[in-house]
Structures are given as structure tokens and as C-alpha cells.
């Protein structure tokens, strides 16, 4: 489904979208930091933000653009997260906004504003209107690869994916890019996700979708529980497919819907895998729960304890610290009847952890990806959490990491 | 308060209270490994436990002798939490307070019994049996040091102190011994904790006096959010100094009130600057709270946070991670209305980041102790959460720990 070639395609892929990211020189290493997506055919916008009520200044302005219903284009910067800054903030997104739409033709208020990077800094905005004006003359179907680099900061890789599905005889296609990796924590709209549809789908059904992709993604991911003032997801349909206008919550609606979650939930994963620092990719399955909500507090609790993540790192055979996670997470479970899993061997079960093929949990434990099964057996929902490890890298990122 | 000569007295220093700390082969390390505390005198006891639903077998069994109202002994290991261990589990901790028993001449129900360790596995108890045995023959009013160092796992240092108070023209003496330094974290009665006193207090006013101090000591640290299998905070008062027992809060028992929790806060706090890899110890007070929980609550946010944890390992200066950790900390608050000063110093204020004098700062930041202000301007309730950073130690720590 997300070929390299749809990769590459990213959020250019579908018909009517182009895409740059060029070097602004806000990063201080010199590497791409102003992405730039437009459609010249008005597209539907939907979007979810940060919970942080330490909210960045673009993330207060892009509200507004949602709120409009329609957008034009995209306008994202990393290496600076304009948050914390006051008036000031406020002036320097929308003077973004107004850059970008003065280069594409369009109004402020059809741009979406997005920054990311060190929190309390002021945006040059001397180097950040030129860039944009350069990203301006430089959109293109090839541009989605330059704007998935200029949006990260600590990830190792851009995140990108693509892929196309059938409304009515009309091929759809979708495409996106993302970046993570740290201040990656549930409860939000998590980091940075832009992405681009040619369906023609009303307005409030986008939202509607956008918010369940959302709540089963990027709200199931946490690298260090840590909640970023600038998270924004965001989603053009410009409608350039011609399908017949999805109106209703029809299979048309059903189709492009679980599309959009496919494609939320692969990128959040791929954050999660690519968390600062990580070395291990966990998939913590957490079942037999009252709610959807007590299995999430569950496999949050063992993805967040510290005392797990670092065991997993260091490849040792721990089961105590994750039924010991699972015992403080606040869901009332009974201790003889959980029963956890690692790669599919039972750790614990019945209140006691049974003996175990050494050699066979040292291979599980060695695996890049790990999965965690966590039966509480109180009842019959479920959760899927995604998180990373803890490593001597992540310090020496979060230690280290001044802008 | 608390002389070098106090800390060597410990446990043993109030009247009628003897210690000892013996090497059992539990520890792999061949370190001190099990600990007695023992009164002939019957002593009022109060405890704390742990609040996940995972306790460990000694925790149940020691919450029934607190609710006998009496005990003449605290028996304890390290290097074996007996936690997930099943009925073997509640035989075992049953075993070693008859074993103390036997050996003291007192009954099962009158011994504590408290383990620390990895989780999952059997203790051995042959060699248990022995060095509780041991143990019994070694009490001393000198035991103290051992007793403390037999209950430490990954704490780099014991911690003890010991103090005396006047009532009623009588001298009344204090001791404690307390160990960390992984799974600690708040909203639990946490670790290991054993105080002394000869005190003569009723044992429903020295349980309020032992929540009391609690509240504001071991539930205010928090190393890594992880709440243990095995916390335990236990008192026993025996009342050998004579003083006329306290049996209503006059002003009697204020005064044993305040010590008990003088006590409590110095030894949480020296938890909390020995946390697993902790290079600094940090002082977080919140202010303008609309009450103590809420103000609680942001402190935790700050203290448990990855990210603002690293900064200052790294000694860097990032005052926008720790407003980051107030906006999401869950406690409703105004962004302009928040002020943060680290060592005195405003670095968040009126929405934005005020300049700071950087060399200053530069040292600051480089000091062991650091006091982190946060007035969130919302109400007049005020909490104060003592934390260490988070270190390429930690991980080592824990990416290496088994046994």
C-alpha cells in the first residue's frame, strides 16, 4: 500500500497539490527548514491541535483557518517553534501566513501556519520571508521529499506516505508527510502531520474522520510522555478527483475514512519507531479492558515507565516492571488475572511469572520490534499503544539539544 | 538537627530500640542484605504502603500487623522484592516473621516484614532463615549503619537520621533509616522507610501523625514516575522515654507531629538527590495554586518530565520545557499569567521569555541544587516536589539492573 515510489510521491501525490521545502537558514546546521503545500483548487481543511493550554502561536492561527472550512496551502518551519513568544508569535505566523499568500495568490486566512523546533525563541522573520517566497517559486510534484525534510528536527528520517483508493469509478489519492520524535505524549493531536486528498468530501465529515484516524494514531503514541505546544495535524481534500462529493456516512464515507486512519496510524507508528533515541520499536496490545479508554491508561502506564523502556533497551528479561506499571496505572485490575506476553510467551500470569525458554526470550529481546501483550481480563475493549525505548541516546539528544 | 553523630545512631538511637545488618547471600554483590529493628518494649506502629494493586506478599502481610496496633520488630531484606511470587510468596514473608519471631521471643503478627529487590523471583530462603537468625544475635545500639545499608539496592548512599524533641520535661528520640532509589514516584507511600521513636503515642494518632508526614515527604519525590510493588513507611513508638502519652492533638502532639514530618522530608529529600543516576537535585515549588493538589499536580508534570529532567542534566538552559510541562500538566492555568525562576531568576514571564544575564544563569545551572519557581497566579495553595535529572546513569542503571 505505501510503495517508495508513493513515499517519494508524498503529499505532491495527489492530483492538484505541489510541494517545496527549501533552506532558510533558521536551522542552525543549514539543512531544509520551510516547507511550503499548496492547491490552487480550494480545498476542505480539517485539523486537530495540541491540548497544551501553552499553545504555540501557529497553532492558534491555524484554528482560525480551520475554522474557515477552506485552505490553500501550508506553510511549516522547524529549527524554531514560535511558542512562548508573546505578541510577538502572534505577528511573525500570521506575517508567515501573509508571505505565503501574497507568493501564491491566495488570502491569509487559506494558509495553515506550523513551526517546530526550541520553544521561546522569535522566528527571524527576515530569513523565514524569503524562504518562503523561495518555496513559493519552487513548488512541484517532485517536492514532497524537500518538505518532509524541512519539517524535522531530531527525527532521523522524514515520514512520508502515499497511496490511492476507488470512490465510485473515480481513483482518490492521498498523501502525507510527518515528523516526530520527541515532546510525543497521548492525549493531543500529536507533532507535526500534514496531509493532502484530491476527494471532494464535506467539510465537517474531514474533521469527523481526521478526529477518529486521530484517536486510534497519533493519540496511541507516546515517546516521552512529554506534550508539545506546537502539535498540529492537518488535512486538504481539494476535491480535484471528481468523485461524487461524499455528504453522508455512506461506504463512500467508510472507504475514505479507514484510508485516512491506515495512513494516520502508519505514521504513527513510524514516529514512535523513529523516537529520540530509540532502538526498539514496542507494540503494547493491551486487551480484556472495560473501556477503550482504561486498556489506553494501561498500555500508556507500561509505555511511559521509564524502568520498561530501559529494560527493553537493555534486552533484559523484566516482566515485573511491566505488571508493576500495569499494577499503578489507576485501572483496577486484579493481579492473578492479568496475563502478559512478550512476542507471544506468557510472562506473568496467574500472580506469578512462569519459568521461561531462556534462549528463546533472549532472541524475542533482541528483535527491533517487540510486542507486549497485556491481558487484564476484566472485560472485552481494547487499546493499541506504539512507543520506543529508553536509551543513553535519547539523553544525550534532550541534553544536549539547545535549538 | 540531624549530626553525623545522629545519622550513626539511626534507628537505634531512640531508648529500648536495638538494629542489626547481616550478609545473607541475597544480594549477588555479597553486600549487607537483611536488616532487624526490635523493641522488648511493646511499640505502638503505624504504616504507609504502596498503593499499586501489584503489592508485593510482605506488604499485605505487614499492613495486618499495623492493624493489630502493635509490633516489637521490623525484619527486612534487599535484593529480593518477593512481588509476583503467589501463595510461595505469602508463605515466605510469613516465614521470616516467625523465623524473627522465634528468634526474639515475640509473636508472627508482631513483626513487619518489608522486601526490596527484583521482582518475580523467590527468596531463598534457607539463606533468609540464616540471616534473619544471624541478624538476631547481632542487635545493637551500634546496628544502624547496618540495618541501613542492608536495606539499599541501587541507592549510591544509606540514608539515616536520628533527633530528639522535649515533651513534658521528658526527652523523646527519633530514628530512621530509609532506602530508593528506581520505582519512585508519587501518590503512594513511598519505598522503604523505618522510624523509631520512644516516644509514648496512641497508635490512631501516630497513624494520622505518619499520614500527615507522608503527604508532604515521600508522596512529594518522584525519581522516575514509577510507583513500586513494595513501598512501605513503618513506625514504632514504644514509649521508653516516659513522657506522658499522647492521646489528643495538644500541643504534645504538634510537636511529634512536626518532627515526624521534619524527619520524613529530609530523608524523601535525600531519596529524591540520590535518585538512580541523579546528578541534581531539584526543588520544585508551585505556587498560587487554587489548592494543594493542583499545585501538586504541575510539580509533577515538571518533575516527571523526560524532557525538562535531561535539560537539566545537560545544564541547559530551556525554561521552555518546563512551562511546556505546566500547560499540559492537566491543572487549568493562564500561559500570561505563569511566572518560572530558576534560582530566583524570572526566565518565564507575561507569555514570553525574558533576557537573562547568561553567565549568571551559566552558574546557576551549574550548581548540584537547583530551586525551580512556578507561580501559576490562580489561587493560594502551594506545594513543593523534590526530583533528580535524568542521566546517561539512569539508563545504565536500568538497562543493566537484574538482580
Not at 135 to 153: E, M, P, R, W, Y
Given at each position: 500500500m505505501f510503495s517508495d515510489k508513493h513515499k517519494t510521491a508524498g503529499v505532491a501525490y495527489p492530483q492538484g497539490f505541489t510541494a517545496a521545502g527549501v533552506r532558510a537558514g533558521i536551522k542552525k546546521n543549514g539543512n531544509l527548514d520551510v516547507a511550503l503545500i499548496y492547491t490552487e483548487r480550494t480545498a476542505a481543511v480539517a485539523g486537530v491541535f495540541t491540548q497544551n493550554l501553552v499553545a504555540a502561536a501557529p497553532v492558534h492561527l491555524s484554528k482560525i483557518v480551520v475554522g474557515t472550512g477552506t485552505a490553500h496551502a501550508i506553510v511549516a518551519n522547524a529549527g524554531c517553534a514560535n511558542a512562548c513568544t508573546g505578541e510577538q508569535g502572534v505577528r511573525d505566523a500570521e506575517k508567515m501566513a501573509q508571505v505565503a499568500a501574497d507568493a501564491l495568490g491566495c488570502r491569509q486566512d487559506d494558509v495553515i501556519v506550523a513551526s517546530t523546533g526550541l520553544i521561546g525563541s522569535y522566528l527571524p522573520m527576515d530569513k523565514m520571508e524569503a524562504g518562503i517566497?523561495?518555496?513559493?517559486?519552487?513548488?512541484?510534484?517532485?517536492?514532497?521529499?524537500?518538505?518532509?525534510?524541512?519539517?524535522?528536527?531530531?527525527?532521523?528520517?522524514?515520514?512520508?506516505?502515499?497511496?490511492?483508493?476507488?470512490?465510485?469509478?473515480?481513483?482518490?489519492?492521498?498523501?502525507?508527510?510527518?515528523?516526530?520524535?520527541?515532546?510525543?505524549?497521548p492525549s493531543m493531536a500529536t507533532m507535526l502531520c500534514f496531509i493532502t486528498t484530491d476527494a471532494d468530501i464535506d467539510q465537517n465529515l474531514l474533521q469527523e474522520a481526521l478526529r477518529d484516524a486521530n484517536k486510534v494514531s497519533f493519540n496511541m503514541i507516546t515517546v516521552d510522555g512529554d506534550m508539545s505546544t506546537n502539535d498540529s495535524v492537518v488535512v486538504l481534500a481539494n476535491g480535484a478527483a471528481g468523485n461524487k462529493k461524499i455528504v453522508t456516512k455512506d461506504t463512500d464515507y467508510e472507504k475514505f475514512s479507514d484510508t485516512l486512519k491506515t495512513i494516520c496510524i502508519e505514521l504513527a507508528k513510524r514516529i514512535a519507531a523513529d523516537g529520540e533515541g530509540a532502538t526498539k520499536f514496542l507494540t503494547i496490545n493491551v486487551t480484556g479492558a472495560k473501556s477503550f479508554e482504561d486498556a489506553k491508561q494501561v498500555g500508556m502506564a507500561v509505555a511511559n515507565s521509564?524502568?520498561?523502556?530501559?529494560?527493553?533497551?537493555?534486552?533484559?528479561?523484566?516482566?515485573?516492571?511491566?505488571?508493576?506499571?500495569?499494577?499503578?496505572?489507576?485501572?483496577?485490575?486484579?493481579?492473578?488475572?492479568?496475563?502478559?506476553?512478550?512476542?507471544?510467551?506468557?510472562?506473568?500470569?496467574?500472580?506469578?511469572?512462569?519459568?521461561?525458554?531462556?534462549?528463546?526470550?533472549k532472541k524475542i529481546l533482541a528483535e527491533h520490534d517487540i510486542v507486549i501483550d497485556v491481558d487484564i481480563n476484566e472485560g472485552n475493549d481494547a487499546a493499541t499503544i506504539y512507543t520506543s525505548d529508553l536509551s543513553y541516546r535519547y539523553i544525550a539528544v534532550n541534553a544536549e539539544y539547545v535549538s
Open positions: 517566497k523561495d518555496a513559493a517559486q519552487k513548488l512541484s510534484k517532485d517536492g514532497s521529499v524537500n518538505a518532509g525534510n524541512a519539517i524535522i528536527t531530531t527525527d532521523t528520517y522524514s515520514k512520508a506516505c502515499a497511496t490511492e483508493i476507488e470512490i465510485g469509478g473515480k481513483e482518490i489519492r492521498f498523501g502525507a508527510i510527518a515528523k516526530g520524535s520527541g515532546m510525543i505524549c521509564p524502568l520498561c523502556k530501559t529494560a527493553f533497551f537493555g534486552e533484559n528479561f523484566n516482566p515485573g516492571r511491566v505488571i508493576c506499571a500495569v499494577g499503578y496505572s489507576g485501572v483496577q485490575i486484579s493481579p492473578s488475572e492479568v496475563v502478559i506476553k512478550f512476542g507471544g510467551v506468557p510472562v506473568y500470569a496467574d500472580g506469578v511469572m512462569p519459568d521461561v525458554d531462556k534462549d528463546a526470550m
